[in-house]
């Protein structure tokens, strides 16, 4: 089963494991997968009949060949990751958008609650966001701030960060002010422990910085690496 790309030529073909064409892919560009769906960004081309009107991203299911669905194609598009992909729009400084699209093509999330200013990918049914709207979303000083939605687009919680890491192994580390802490999936601090710096967590460690030194904790935030060292990865 399942499908794969062909070439002939200066063409391209998406074909079944039997050798069948189920779509001919004129200038197309694979740019992610994800639950059996692949996207792939589509340029416009006006002497090309097959081609669209306008540049746009196409899903497509990865098994039967068939579209699923289809969106504009904005300044930048990201995904997907876990089902969701993130187009970026455009503007000046202040009007910049981001929101998540499903495996269709359609907003993940309805408003007021679907748009933000900035928008990183999921993970663990976890993303890293801004508010909608500059003046929302930076300081005065010019930072911006950052909290986490989960899987329906909900707010985890009642702070935002001016740093936020993706979350893995079921903990994130987060800035709020100088300082770095972990928080578990529920938006609540993790253990007690404030870092100069931190790092996501990896074969059950993570590693963080007191002082000048890196050491590594575990994920009760008990330290099982001494503070010796100039660089995590020494």
Same mark, same amino acid.
């Given at each position: 089963?399942?499908?794969?790309?062909?070439?002939?030529?200066?063409?391209? +073909?998406?074909?079944?494991?039997?050798?069948?064409?189920?779509? /001919?892919?004129? /200038?197309?560009?694979?740019?992610?997968?994800?639950?059996?769906?692949?996207?792939? /960004?589509? =340029? $416009?081309?006006?002497?090309?009949?097959?081609?669209? =009107?306008?540049?746009?991203?196409? +899903?497509?299911?990865? =098994?039967?060949?068939? #579209?699923?669905?289809?969106?504009?194609?904005?300044?930048?598009?990201?995904?997907?990751?876990?089902?969701?992909?993130?187009?970026?729009?455009?503007?000046?400084?202040?009007?910049?958008?981001?929101?998540?699209?499903?495996?269709?093509? &359609? =907003?993940?999330?309805?408003?007021?609650?679907?748009?933000?200013?900035?928008?990183?990918? #999921?993970?663990?049914?976890?993303?890293?966001?801004?508010?909608?709207?500059?003046?929302?979303?930076?300081?005065?000083?010019?930072?911006? $701030?950052?909290? +986490?939605?989960?899987?329906?687009? &909900?707010?985890?919680?009642?702070?935002?960060?001016?740093?936020?890491?993706? #979350?893995?192994?079921? +903990?994130?580390?987060?800035?709020?002010?100088?300082?770095?802490?972990?928080?578990?999936?529920?938006?609540?601090?993790?253990?007690?422990?404030?870092?100069?710096?931190?790092?996501?967590?990896?074969?059950?460690?993570?590693?963080?910085? $007191?002082?000048?030194?890196?050491? #590594?904790?575990?994920?009760?935030?008990?330290?099982?690496?001494?503070?010796?060292?100039?660089?995590?990865?020494?």
């Amino acid at each position: 089963g399942g499908t794969f790309v062909a070439r002939k030529g200066s063409h391209q +073909f998406l074909v079944d494991s039997e050798g069948k064409v189920l779509q /001919e892919l004129y /200038e197309w560009k694979q740019t992610g997968s994800s639950g059996g769906v692949s996207t792939w /960004e589509r =340029k $416009r081309d006006r002497k090309f009949p097959g081609a669209p =009107k306008k540049d746009v991203i196409t +899903f497509i299911d990865e =098994k039967t060949g068939e #579209f699923v669905g289809e969106c504009n194609q904005a300044w930048h598009w990201e995904g997907p990751q876990e089902g969701k992909g993130i187009i970026t729009e455009q503007g000046d400084r202040q009007s910049t958008t981001s929101h998540y699209v499903n495996t269709k093509g &359609k =907003k993940a999330f309805r408003q007021p609650m679907g748009n933000f200013y900035s928008a990183e990918a #999921f993970s663990e049914d976890r993303a890293v966001v801004s508010s909608s709207g500059f003046v929302n979303a930076v300081t005065s000083s010019g930072q911006l $701030r950052k909290y +986490f939605i989960d899987e329906k687009g &909900k707010k985890l919680g009642d702070k935002k960060y001016r740093e936020a890491k993706s #979350f893995s192994e079921g +903990f994130a580390a987060v800035q709020e002010e100088a300082d770095w802490y972990f928080i578990d999936k529920n938006g609540q601090i993790a253990f007690e422990g404030l870092f100069y710096e931190a790092h996501s967590f990896k074969n059950g460690m993570a590693a963080v910085q $007191r002082g000048d030194n890196w050491g #590594f904790i575990n994920i009760h935030g008990q330290q099982v690496v001494d503070f010796k060292y100039k660089h995590p990865s020494d």
